[in-house]
């Protein structure tokens, strides 16, 4: 198997999710985005983007706050250092694998 | 992998695109630019209350329209636009960027006084005919607008406006000051009005919902 194959086979299979990878394209531009935004932008369902954000979070590619504003629960992700290097890494990885496809 | 790169494209440009989305930045710059075409007015009929009123520009209504404008407009978007879809912070350039954004900002300035006033001894290029100069560089500036806002198309056509202003401030304008007048009171009122738009077809995209709930 080639290198560039290898590395696809290696990729990072938490961003490597399409809508984890939207969530974290999303976040990645921006200091924070609440919850109702990212669940705008995506289409997810309320319950599939927590767990697709549960996830990120484990995997410390996000931080999650939560809180209130005024008595509604408001919950704040921003993407960590480790979720801005991951995405940048995957994207190299990508391309440098996929690259390299006759066309 | 050709869909989700797009996806992946599409959403790292989609924060600055929602900035727009709403027209409310528009409206902001659209009545700061009205303030601004009725100083070059009184200026212009020679009623200005200090001398010199619009050449405060650089360094009193530009940074001071900003600031004030930005406040304004996030207060705004706070109450009605991140209740309905969601709520983004950008993040703010370093100290670093910051300075030299600000030594870019005033090289720009500095070196287009420079050049109206080359064009003005070697070309007469002076007075009224400064207000086409004017509509053609904001002309640049709103496709720079249209770019990162993912190229709306209500802002390609106010970067149109912007040129045909500024030649009707050259036709109609007597002396450079009522050019200009001209120039940032029709593209200010255009402004005003597209950001109106974007906001009607915001607000009934996105109606009124109860705020974020029920989240895991």
């Not at chain 1, 109702?36 to 999650?64: C, D, P, R």
Request: hydrophobic fraction near 50%; charged fraction near 20%; include cysteine.
């Amino acid at each position: 198997m080639s290198a560039d194959f290898r590395d696809v086979v290696n990729v990072d299979r938490v961003l490597h999710e399409p809508a984890r990878l939207v969530i974290v394209g999303l976040l990645y531009a921006v200091e924070s985005a609440d919850f109702l935004f990212l669940q705008s932008e995506t289409g997810l369902t309320k319950g599939n983007l927590s767990s697709h954000l549960v996830k990120l979070e484990e995997s410390g590619y996000v931080a999650i706050e939560k809180g209130y504003r005024g008595k509604v629960p408001h919950t704040v992700c921003r993407l960590s250092r480790a979720g801005r290097a991951a995405l940048r890494a995957y994207r190299a990885q990508m391309r440098q694998a996929l690259g390299a496809l006759p066309k | 992998m050709d869909k989700v790169e797009l996806d992946l494209q599409r959403a790292l440009k989609r924060p600055e695109a929602y900035w727009y989305e709403d027209g409310l930045a528009e409206i902001a710059l659209g009545l700061w630019g009205v303030v601004l075409a009725l100083a070059f007015l009184v200026e212009g009929i020679g009623r200005a209350p200090i001398e010199s009123f619009t050449a405060l520009f650089p360094i009193v209504w530009a940074p001071g329209g900003y600031v004030l404008g930005r406040r304004a407009v996030l207060a705004t978007k706070a109450r009605w636009v991140y209740p309905r879809t969601g709520e983004v912070r950008y993040r703010l350039p370093s100290m670093k960027e910051h300075f030299w954004w600000l030594v870019l900002a005033e090289a720009a300035a500095v070196g287009a006084m420079l050049a109206a006033l080359w064009a003005s001894r070697h070309y007469g290029l002076a007075g009224p005919r400064l207000a086409l100069a004017n509509g053609l560089a904001l002309a640049a500036l709103v496709l720079v607008l249209a770019r990162d806002s993912g190229w709306q198309r209500r802002f390609v056509v106010l970067a149109a406006l912007s040129v045909l202003f500024g030649t009707l401030g050259t036709t109609l304008g007597p002396n450079e000051d009522l050019a200009a007048a001209i120039l940032y009171g029709a593209l200010s009122l255009a402004f005003v009005a597209s950001g109106a738009m974007a906001l009607r077809g915001y607000a009934g995209r996105a109606p009124a919902t109860p705020t974020e709930r029920n989240e895991r």
